[in-house]
């Protein structure tokens, strides 16, 4: 086990190593695609239980590890096509976003939703199982929402990678509320840079985080 999971922390390591030199905005963009991979991977591997009907865990594990190595392979993508000292910027179908993986994930997240309530339709009229319905309806939603999300993100989805992007309004919260020029986002997986003074030099540590709430206004 440890050598499994020795396979799948080394590639994240030596990108981080790689790109540390970089600029924050850059790190910032890289840790955020790990992330955002490990969760959707998870999300995938839980709807392959859900389809397969079984409680064997092989697949959640798969998921989060194919996720964190789809997440660093996205990372670097994103890192290649932007400009030093500029900012990412991407809007997909439904969100905008900091990074290409966010758009995946949200795009998985609301075919899930949608599968849920596809599935809860379709038991009410057969009058069969419920939860049953809503098992596979959000399992088959998730890998569905999953392919519409690379395609979303790679083909369809707009990049802006200059300083314009700073002053515009990113939605990459899972559900995002816009009242003209302010806009509340709620459940928004991000990263928060801790300053680590344990040492004998200044330094900081950088953590994944949920923001339950987020607050944007301009004037």
Known sequence: M???????VLPALFCFIFFNTSSAQSIE?????????????????????GLKNDRDITPLRI???????????????????????????????????????????????YGALAGVGIGSAIVLINNSSFLKGIQYGASAGALGGLAFGIADSFFIAEKNRDFIAQSRQINSSFINLDYGHTQIGLLRPGLHQIPDLSGNSFGSAVEPVLNLVTFRSRF
Do not use: C, H, W
Request: hydrophobic letters at 50%; aromatic letters at 8%; charged letters at 10%.
């Open 2 to 8: 440890k050598s499994k999971l020795r396979l799948l």
């Open 29 to 49: 963009l890289f840790g955020s695609n790990i992330v955002n991979g490990a969760v959707t991977g998870t999300a995938v591997g839980a709807a392959v239980m």
């Open 63 to 109: 998921g989060l590890g194919t996720g964190i190595l789809a997440g660093t392979a996205i990372a670097i993508y994103d890192l290649a096509i932007l400009p030093q000292g500029q900012s990412f910027f991407i809007s997909g179908v439904f969100n905008d976003g900091e990074n290409s993986s966010i758009i995946i994930l949200l795009d998985t997240f």
